[in-house]
């Protein structure tokens, strides 16, 4: 490592000393043009060089700019001014530049590269394409990067498309035997090499990282950016550690500058789009999956997730839009049968729309016949459609396949009580108990029909006090033993549970609080 950053240090002094000569030189030549475009290069490769953390991209666009009052029809000015502007982030004026560039050279392989890269910067996928696909025409043999940066875009959007995946394949194969013929691959190539030095360094944060070791490995991973401030995956790495401890804005700082020096890291967009949920900013979050489904559109979890997020915003027909793409993306039967199944609760919950809600529960029947879920949330859909003959057929297909599932008896039980069977609906109840003893809701409702449509007070104080037992936090069946113990005329225990509701009611909100007032109130009237 020692021999590396004297090395470094030579290189640096190597570089300044040749910037100075030049400096030097301008003074005695000041209208010089080429030595303008000289000295531009020289901070250019300077600035673009992974090892060094100085910014010197405005003095190389001043340079240019000076050499372009004599170089006004020079193709190649344009495009070196393009260029300046693409690596400090102003992809408008780069776009402008480099297109000027092809005005001045039709044919000009270099620009039409360069405005791909830019177009995939600014996450504009087809255009780039189109920009890529024309460099290529321009420069059969010297294309290697056109053909790479191809196959990265058909990569990125390849998934379950085979056609794609085929064409992605192709460029990558044109782009290896291009290679030796074109600079710019060349490049790339060795400097992806050289990134070979931090192996150690990764292995070391990994090991710190997996002995919880966080702070020793973020001084780690720094050191290592002020070392190569160009290397992508160190800030990918320093993200995820800064995620994983709750350092939401270090973590989306890291995996910017990781999509910026990477406009294809697909993990770094993904982790990005969590920090931003995990901050709560949602808009935000939004953004980024949108522009990472632009670049990857067949790849159906990322529209699933953009579902979710539009549904915790309460925009649900959004919602429901991008859970039905990702259904018709279909990776797997059981993935897709969970998308249905959480679509149709959408439907039913929040749009209030049994039939939308009934289609997706049998989509995701179709497709995972064997998951009892689907046999519950589809009765629960036919029965607030009320209809109730279709909610107890699909119980009871369910009951042949678990028998013993006692949510299905308890659905059954709730089922049969709003049709008024009462007998049906206690044995119902009662089965669900018999097979999960602490069952809550079974025990709750069972005792509101004591209470309610039996007149069994003490049977019904002993249901709901079970239902408390095995669910402490249960606000309604606070309520409901509250109504019971003022029936029997125990006020004060009754304003306590009434109170103990009304607490937790609070963070559960399953009551409307004014009901929990009014049966407070009414205590004491009379």
């Known amino acids: 490592m020692k021999t590396d950053i ?91 530049y480099l297109t000027m560039a ?73 782009s290896i035997i291009l290679a030796p013929f074109d600079k710019t691959a060349i490049k790339n190539i060795a400097e992806a090499l050289s990134y070979l030095r931090f192996l150690s360094t990764f292995l070391k944060g990994f090991y710190a990282i997996q002995t919880k070791n966080y702070p020793a490995a973020i001084n780690l991973y720094k050191d290592a950016t002020e070392t190569a401030p160009g290397f992508a995956p160190l800030y990918c790495v320093l993200g995820d550690i800064y995620l994983s401890t709750g350092y939401f804005e270090d973590a989306i700082t890291e995996y910017k500058m990781a999509i910026w020096l990477d406009s294809f890291n697909i993990a770094a967009y993904r982790h990005l789009c969590r920090a931003y949920e995990e901050q709560g900013d949602y808009n935000q979050a939004i953004e980024v999956y949108t522009k990472l489904i632009s670049m990857a559109p067949t790849i159906p979890d990322l529209y699933s997730n953009l579902a979710n997020i539009y549904y915790i915003k309460g925009e649900f027909d959004l919602a429901i839009s991008n859970y039905q793409t990702a259904i018709t993306l279909n990776p797997n039967r059981s993935w897709t049968s969970v998308i249905a199944q959480t679509m149709g609760f959408v439907y039913q919950e929040n749009k209030s729309d049994p039939d939308a809600a009934i289609s997706a529960y049998q989509t995701a029947y179709v497709l995972t016949p064997e998951d009892i879920d689907i046999y519950v949330n589809l009765g629960s859909a036919f029965y607030d459609k009320e209809d109730y003959a279709n909610a107890l057929a699909v119980y009871r297909q369910a009951l042949e396949l678990q028998p013993h599932n006692p949510k299905i008896h308890c659905n059954l039980g709730f089922l049969y009580w709003g049709k008024a069977e009462t007998e049906e609906a206690i044995k119902s109840y009662e089965m669900a108990i018999k097979y999960n003893p602490n069952y809550d809701i079974a025990y709750n409702n069972l005792g509101v029909i004591y209470l309610d449509d039996l007149g069994r007070v003490n049977r019904a104080i002993e249901l709901f006090k079970k239902a408390v037992e095995s669910n402490p936090s249960y606000a309604l069946a606070h309520f409901n033993l509250a109504r019971a113990t003022s029936i029997i005329g125990d006020k004060i225990e009754a304003a306590k549970l009434y109170q103990m509701a009304q607490d937790i009611n609070k963070v559960t909100q399953e009551i409307d609080p004014r009901d929990i007032a009014d049966k407070i109130s009414e205590l004491f009237e009379s």
């Open 6 to 96: 004297k090395t470094e240090s030579k290189n640096k002094n190597k570089m300044y000393d040749q910037i100075e000569r030049c400096r030097l030189d301008l003074k005695k030549d000041p209208s010089n043009p080429a030595l303008h475009v000289r000295l531009g290069d020289l901070y250019m490769k300077w600035h673009l060089d992974i090892y060094n953390a100085c910014q010197y991209i405005d003095e190389a666009i001043t340079e240019y700019q000076l050499a372009m009052e004599s170089l006004i029809d020079s193709h190649e000015i344009y495009y070196k001014i393009g260029v300046a502007f693409y690596h400090k982030g102003d992809l408008d004026k780069a776009l402008n």
């Open 102 to 174: 092809l005005e001045k050279k039709h044919d000009y392989y270099d620009a039409y590269y360069m405005i791909a890269e830019t177009f995939v910067k600014k996450a504009h996928f087809t255009d780039a394409l189109d920009a890529a696909d024309a460099a290529t025409k321009c420069s059969r043999l010297g294309s290697s990067s056109a053909h790479y940066l191809l196959y990265k875009l058909y990569e990125a959007s390849s998934f379950k498309n085979p056609k794609t995946k085929f064409k992605a394949n192709w460029e990558l194969f044109v």
